[in-house]
């Protein structure tokens, strides 16, 4: 724990750490075998925030939720193995439905529900099987908190590992908790694109100012990685907050800035466990990006660097290709001066200037050997500075997504 | 020859072909046997056009070319091996010294030379080798017409074939030819990001018209092509007339009707020579967006979908995954209407109304398993049909990026 903080990581990563949630995770039969149905339930009103993908084409469930969002919701049901994603008015109708099951069997208002799909795009979701599961669940509910690796189990798709992160602050008399968990590893599913994040929290905290702090930390954490530069039709970021612990975090204060320090955490590092599941990784990419005039341009040069397939590939093959470095930057669409650029693999300079600078080949070939590997830009031409994540591409990438089907 | 036309392809493809242009391609020792350097010369002023990468880091090259368009140009100057990109104010000075190395032994004046470069960023080019093989090859045009596959070899890297392309056009009294020549197949050399073009033309056309032609075409050929989706850093199409034929196309008319059509297909043919070479092809994908209400989002949305790494994975792996296509559209920055999106492969649909249509899946098998893949997506939105080329993403293409150093 660092010292200057008044918050600390906990071991218990449970979703029922935040007091007044409970969660259920179970198979209910839209995979062979493992689980796909998670149902997040708070005992009382929570205000909700959320942020969704900015795909033109978006799954029935981000409609829904999107509008859903004002209410005191009480509820989060998602399936995996199915993304009700380009299914029609028939997908709509099913999001609903799920929802309503939810509420009937939680005895709560259909209202207060939010639902999410992960999984095959353009396939009828099986909206009995998804039915059965939701009352299996809520049965479930009852039978007090439940292991949340099985909810975080039972929200993944081609995923290897759960993702999940929380901690909590102590204030006098009281204590308040923040707990998340998250998928993806890239293109998942054969047919699909998602990244899922659910965060709760006992803190009391109104709807807007909610909203406020989770737009800022997901654009901090899920909005700076990138497996393979695709936008999916079903990403889908919420957290609830239900004031269970009896602590109010407001507008301003000691309070508001440990709660958005909390955030950034809990976000970020959910975002790190997606990377790093990203599919076919040999090698885990951060790119700084320094000296930017300002955030926005910044983000966008780190990002599409990470998502260039030539500096992929080379970091995949152990080449400290800086050239292909330069080359996307160019080609980000933000104006800088190139003639200023400097370049740092690892510890090590091979760019000044915008011109090459001579390296130890055998100390940098050490550098590209780990698993993770640093770039750090420097455009000398502003205060402000950006750090992203990305993976390397490999065959093992190819094999993966081309191996569907056949 | 299509019956319609009054113009014609032609097997001899040399540069040569239009009167009063000579070429030499020969070995001057920037790579270890292959030939790298490339002259091309008109005995008379020629007006010239280009079209330049848009990338913000710019060789040196391209910044010569542009401010020389405007002279009445004698003769270009190309390298490979060597990209005189990111190489400061020495870069700068080499290409000014390659085009008056040329000039000197052409007895011509050093602002009438164009230059262009192609191979590894970041190394100063051994500009001694380069002035040496330029003398060299000013030699060489005095023994008359040389073999044009020379000159077509001397501007590749890591090209496997050579690209030309030329047609002629008879009128009463006279005959006008236009010859073209390129290079490319996705980001080349190890360190590199390139495509080349140069076509001489015979006819004589006034320069801000011949600009306006050239970039209609290129926009509708190699700018409708994608290996990568990365953007060079000196990719550069040069075009020079001579007049010598002895007929002049003007801004209205039959005859510029024709010419527009000889530009159109000779730039469209090395682009589909481009993109065949490109980098570990096993498909070649033709992507037609119809029914859209304007061209420059249609041309987006195709290019999108032509990167997307999913939907090149999907293809290399023969999988009918119209759900990745989809995803591309809706994240290709275009407003369009996902319920009313149809798509075909080859001649079976995949999709309609943004929804799953289910098909043959033998008959499918067996169109992915050709070399020749075809998508056709209408948005039933518009008039305006664009179709652009693009390459599946392979093993081998990870295998070409990733093996360079090591």
Known sequence: MNETKNWMKIENRNLTTAAGFQAVGL???????????????????????????????????????????????RAIVVNSGNANACTGERGQTDAEEMAAAAAEALHIDARQVLVCSTGVIGVPLPINTVKEGI???????????????????????????????ACRCAVPGAEFHLAGIAKGSGMICPNMA?????????????????????????????????????????????????????VEIEK??????????????????????????????????????TGAPEKSGARMMARTVLNSPLVKTAFYGEDANWGRIITALGYAGVDFAPGRVDIFIGPYQVAADGCAVSFD????????????????????????????????LSHEYVNINSSYRS
């Not at 950034?264 to 990377?275: D, F, G, Y």
């Not at 070939?365 to 994540?389: F, M, Q, Y």
């Open 135 to 165: 009352k299996a669940a809520a049965v479930g509910l009852d039978r007090g908190p439940q292991f949340d690796t099985d909810v975080a189990e039972a929200i993944l798709t081609t995923d290897t590992s759960i993702k999940q992160s």
């Open 27 to 73: 198979h209910c039969g839209l995979k062979k075998e493992k689980k796909d149905l998670a149902l997040i339930y708070s005992g009382i009103n929570t205000a909700a925030a959320g942020v969704f993908t900015r795909n033109l084409v978006q799954a029935a469930p981000v409609n829904l939720c999107r509008v859903r969002l004002e209410n005191p919701i």
């Open 361 to 392: 080949e055998v100390k940098m070939k050490e550098t590209l050997g780990r698993r993770n590997i640093s770039v750090l830009i420097d455009l000398k031409s502003g205060p402000v500075e950006v750090t992203a994540r990305g993976t390397d």
């Open 194 to 246: 998602t990244m899922l994040a659910f965060l709760v929290t006992d803190a009391k905290i109104e709807r807007t100012l909610l909203q406020a702090l989770f737009n800022e930390a997901t654009d901090d954490s899920f909005n700076l990685i990138t497996v393979d530069g695709e936008t999916s039709t079903n990403d889908t970021a919420l957290i609830l907050a239900n004031g269970a612990a009896g």
């Open 252 to 289: 301003k204060g000691e309070l508001l800035r440990t709660f958005k320090e909390m955030l950034n955490h809990v976000c970020s590092e959910l975002a790190l466990q997606i990377v790093e599941d990203g599919e076919g990784l040999t090698k885990l990419i951060t790119i700084t990006v």
